[in-house]
């Protein structure tokens, strides 16, 4: 078990390092500031029972973590027992929050630029991660950065894929689902998520809810909802998010915003942004006050 320990905080060392030191996680024009604060990290155990519940809320193409190794290493054969998700959180700082937390309509520049390299870094991080876990002699890999993860589209017209990193984290202890879709963390809801999976025997994070929505005050006890009053698309109802009514705002904001930061030309993922609903609410940096039995604040 100490052994298993030491990895754990290897692996949170080694994250930490990165987030505060790599060149590309300091934020643009300003080599003296950082993308991100320190990360929070949270381990799944990849036998987790709520994988395979999964399948049944999201849909069966969605995959457990063993189908995840085994695609990424033909040949080999995992028990569940072997398996692990590693799970990190890597919160946004609060001088780019407040940018946001002020506007009613686009989103600030610093946000967006958070978004677009925050996530290149970001991609950096999980595949520096698995190079660094191999290196160490266990298997690993990045689900969202193998050949085999898929975005798609489905008939009620939502977006899903086939693997979550918001869902992970859920099952590694770091959060809980909010009302606009994001993940309550123990810093708050604005944040991006990072995963891999690995055979590193490191020791699962208990998860200090019962309930998936433990931290949203809305969903768990019909008050606040300011996020749908802070969505400028109307995204957000009390029945939860419209990602796809989401993104087409998100299009509009960069085409608006984009050329002014030199962006625009190319739409992807990766430079749509927004997260009006993520500042200005009662979880930007945190579970809110009074919300979950178990919350720290
Ligand atoms: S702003 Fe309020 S309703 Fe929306 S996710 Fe946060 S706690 Fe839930
Ligand atoms: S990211 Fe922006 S458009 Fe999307 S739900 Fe949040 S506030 Fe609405």
Redesign the pocket.
């Known amino acids: 078990m100490r052994e298993e320990r030491g990895l754990r905080e290897e692996i949170l060392g080694w994250l930490t390092h990165s987030v505060r030191h790599e060149p590309m996680g300091a934020f643009p024009g300003d080599p003296s500031r950082r993308l991100f604060e320190d990360p929070i990290l949270g381990v799944a155990h990849g036998g987790d029972p709520l994988f395979r519940e999964f399948r049944r809320l999201i849909g069966k193409f969605h995959k457990v973590p063993l189908e995840i190794l085994e695609e990424a290493f033909p040949g080999e054969s995992f028990g569940e027992e072997r398996i692990r998700v590693i799970c990190y959180v890597l919160p946004i700082p609060r001088a780019t929050r407040e940018g946001n937390r002020h506007r009613k309509d686009l ?1 600030h520049p610093e946000w967006m630029l958070t978004k677009i390299h925050g996530e290149a870094f970001n991609e950096w991080l999980r595949a520096e991660l698995v190079g660094f876990i191999s290196s160490k002699g266990y298997r690993a890999v990045a689900p969202v950065l193998h050949p085999s993860f898929l975005q798609f589209p489905l008939l009620s017209g939502d977006i899903t894929s086939n693997w979550s990193e918001r869902h992970a984290c859920f099952v590694a202890g770091l959060g809980t689902f909010g009302l ?2 994001g993940l309550i963390t123990q810093a708050g809801v604005a944040v991006r998520l990072g995963t891999v999976v690995t055979d590193m025997p490191l020791p699962p994070t208990p998860r200090k809810y019962t309930s998936p929505h433990e931290y949203c005050l809305f969903l768990s006890r019909q008050d606040c909802g300011l ?1 749908m009053e ?4 109307g ?2 109802t009390s029945r939860g ?1 419209d990602k796809r ?2 993104q087409e ?2 299009v509009k904001a960069l085409k608006i915003q984009g050329p002014k930061l030199g962006l625009g030309s190319k739409i992807t993922g990766m430079h749509l942004s ?5 500042c200005g609410v009662p979880c930007e940096e945190g579970p809110p006050m009074g919300s979950g039995p178990n919350s720290m604040r």
């Open positions: 989103p606009s879709r996020c802070r969505c400028p698309a995204a957000i998010q009514k989401c705002y998100q927004c997260g009006l609903c993520q």
